[in-house]
């Protein structure tokens, strides 16, 4: 029987056939396409014709579309919906396919035929998009080792090797801590709980097999837990074991690994000839320098723990007229910032969250695509990787843009957080193909038969992930290398974090913030109030963010550290800290990290794209209206439609004339008095 994996896929829209998948088919189908890929750029070093952009980048990008096909349904797996074969079959995959990349950057007579283009580019008459294409080749292989010599290069191997290893077992320990633990809650630990979260863990002891509600690592039913629960012994006992994963002793102990990460990424950066790994890595981002990315952080660090300060005082006596003779601690942050919210602005997510259907804001997202781009979502019945995924064709004026999967609710078997990927990218080289898009979320799911509730968190989530949706789905470039988000890490933020602007808009709130009972629009004067507390806590919320992304760039800007944890300690001692705030991802669970090379060094990109992105919905509200086509229509030219085109900074600047200052990132958080 043919593997379905490795068949034509004779499906809607050329989805993967799910229905006809099992996890017995990755490993031949694996094995076979990397067989596949092996021979084909074997024969791409091997031709005796002389080396042309066709023959040899162009043939390059091709080589392995079948090992790309089956790992992009593998690996979107394994991220949402993980059984311990896919687990396995991962710690199996990671060295071979750095095996393979290895072999593919250090073939001399393959780079040879890149190297001689790269000499005679100007004698080429390429496009820009062939110029940009060939240059970002070289320069990839340039940076996987292809100048590398002797044990300098197959040193470089071993270590590529052994990294991808590492990662996908950071990953899955973090994956084994979140799923294990649970809390289960006795009628009398509910007190206090609004009837959306209560419902939440009745539903997540459901799944678990316990007969009542249950408290597990979830982020979307802990941190509201944090933010309501009157009993301050289970907040902390929630919280430490929130903040323990990956760093709980046993077999899923991520410390070793994270010190063992960090000293290989030194070692392969000065196996390349760089200083350290932060000097490799920001290289080729907007940033270029670890000094740049510290000096961003330092300007929004000082002003964001002033503020942080000034709340944690006020937070602090209210944790006194509680009666509680006690340091303010981290546990206690969520509870008292909740109710000192509700106290300053009349608001709290009991109220805001009957409003905030699930349903009714991808409807707003969608809506708002279609006021911008002209797009149209329209719900379709095609193969889905679990049932509860859903999925619509995206279309403009009747033409066939690509396919959009959601799928949004927690489980066990899906890793924590949010993220937007692909089992398709677009592109043009041999046909015109549209790219498969997920949006992959972790909402807590409600009881049966009743709508899902989001935050206003929650809901911001879903409109970050659509906007890294849009930057794929109106990618309309040639070559799959440069299609949608293959773009600078410090820009890839930039559409997620602008889309998030529509959302606060008070029209679209009007429109789509509707009752989940009555259907009735939310008041405007609740509207008011959950928009002038937009920047509530946000010296918090700024605070724990800046300190991971400082403790990121001082682990690979220097010397790796044999004790990452001490290193962690000292960073935040240097920075100082506060002591009711800890870093959003600490180092065991640091997966943004750790997980892969995607944010090492990289954590300030979110920073650095909200630079950006700030000042690019200025641009709309300079122009009078959110929904300008002529601002719209050059944001899609030059950013959403170009991917990875040409350099971040010229796309950026093409869009907005220039290159924004930290000042509207400042004004956005609310910080820019305390500054």
Not at 165 to 174: A, D, I, R, V, Y
Not at 237 to 252: H, I, Q
Not at 298 to 316: F, H, I, N, S, T
Not at 353 to 382: C, E, H, N, S, W
């Amino acid at each position: 029987m043919t593997n379905p994996l490795l068949a034509h896929w004779n499906t809607p829209f050329g989805l993967p056939p799910f229905d006809a998948i099992s996890d017995d088919d990755f490993g031949p189908a694996v094995d076979a396409a990397l067989a596949e890929a092996r021979k084909n750029v074997a024969a791409i070093a091997a031709d005796p014709a002389a080396p042309t952009f066709a023959n040899t980048v162009e043939a390059l990008e091709t080589a392995d579309a079948t090992l790309g096909r089956v790992l992009g349904v593998f690996y979107n797996l394994v991220g949402a919906d993980s059984t311990p074969a896919r687990e396995a079959l991962s710690r199996r995959f990671s060295p071979m396919l750095a095996d393979y990349a290895s072999e593919v950057a250090t073939n001399a007579d393959l780079f040879a035929r890149i190297e001689a283009l790269w000499q005679d580019r100007d004698a080429l008459d390429l496009t820009a998009e062939q110029a940009r294409l060939l240059y970002l080749t070289r320069r990839d292989f340039v940076r996987q080792g292809a100048l590398l010599e002797g044990t300098a290069r197959t040193r470089l191997g071993e270590v590529k090797a052994r990294l991808a290893s590492l990662g996908t077992q950071f990953t899955q320990n973090l994956l084994a801590d979140e799923r294990t633990w649970e809390l289960p809650l006795a009628e009398a630990d509910l007190e206090g709980l609004p009837g959306w979260l209560i419902a939440a863990l009745r539903e997540a002891g459901h799944e678990r097999g316990e007969d009542g509600p249950v408290l597990t690592l979830s982020r979307s039913v802990i941190v509201p837990f944090l933010q309501d629960s009157r009993r301050r012994d289970l907040r902390q006992t929630a919280w430490e074991a929130w903040v323990a994963r990956g760093a709980n002793g046993g077999d899923t102990d991520n410390r070793a690994i994270a010190a063992e990460i960090l000293a290989l990424r030194e070692e392969r950066a000065h196996l390349l000839g760089y200083a350290n790994f932060a000097a490799y890595k920001l290289e080729t981002e907007m940033a270029g320098t670890p000094d740049a990315v510290r000096d961003l952080l330092k300007r929004v660090w000082r002003p964001a723990r002033a503020a942080a300060l000034e709340d944690a005082a006020a937070l602090q006596e209210m944790l006194r007229a509680d009666g509680v003779n006690d340091d303010l601690a981290p546990w206690d942050w969520r509870y008292y910032s909740e109710r000192r919210r509700r106290v300053l602005h009349d608001l709290s997510e009991d109220e805001i969250k009957p409003y905030l259907q699930l349903d009714r804001m991808i409807d707003a997202a969608f809506a708002i695509a279609g006021r911008l781009f002209g797009l149209k979502a329209t719900p379709i019945d095609v193969p889905r990787y679990t049932p509860e995924v859903r999925a619509w064709e995206i279309t403009r004026d009747g033409r066939h843009m690509g396919v959009f999967l959601g799928d949004y609710f927690a489980h066990a078997a899906k890793r924590s957080g949010a993220w937007c990927s692909t089992f398709r990218d677009q592109r043009k080289l041999g046909g015109e193909v549209r790219p498969i898009v997920v949006n992959v979320c972790n909402f807590a799911k409600p009881e049966a038969g009743q709508p899902a509730l989001l935050s206003y968190d929650d809901a911001r989530t879903l409109f970050h992930e659509f906007g890294h949706a849009l930057h794929q789905l109106l990618s309309d470039v040639t070559y799959e290398r440069i299609s949608g988000t293959s773009v600078a890490r410090d820009f890839v933020e930039l559409p997620s974090q602008l889309y998030e602007h529509w959302l606060a808009l008070p029209e679209v709130l009007a429109e789509f913030a509707t009752h989940a009972e009555t259907g009735a629009p939310m008041p405007e004067a609740l509207r008011d109030r959950l928009l002038a507390a937009a920047t509530y806590d946000t010296g918090f919320q700024t605070v724990e963010y800046v300190a991971s992304a400082l403790v990121d760039l001082a682990f690979h800007d220097g010397p790796a550290p044999a004790d990452p944890m001490a290193r962690q300690a000292e960073v935040l001692a240097e920075i100082g800290m506060p002591d009711a705030i800890v870093m959003r991802h600490a180092t065991p669970h640091f997966a943004h990290v750790f997980a892969g090379d995607g944010y090492s060094s990289g954590y300030y990109s979110y920073m650095w794209s909200e630079v950006m992105d700030a000042d690019a919905f200025d641009g709309f509200r300079e122009a009078g209206d959110p929904f300008d086509p002529e601002t719209a229509a050059r944001l899609e030219r030059h950013v959403l439609a170009a991917g990875g085109s040409a350099e971040a900074e010229e796309l950026y600047t093409a869009f907005r004339g220039r290159m924004p200052g930290v000042e509207a990132l400042l004004r956005g958080r609310g910080l820019a008095d305390a500054a």
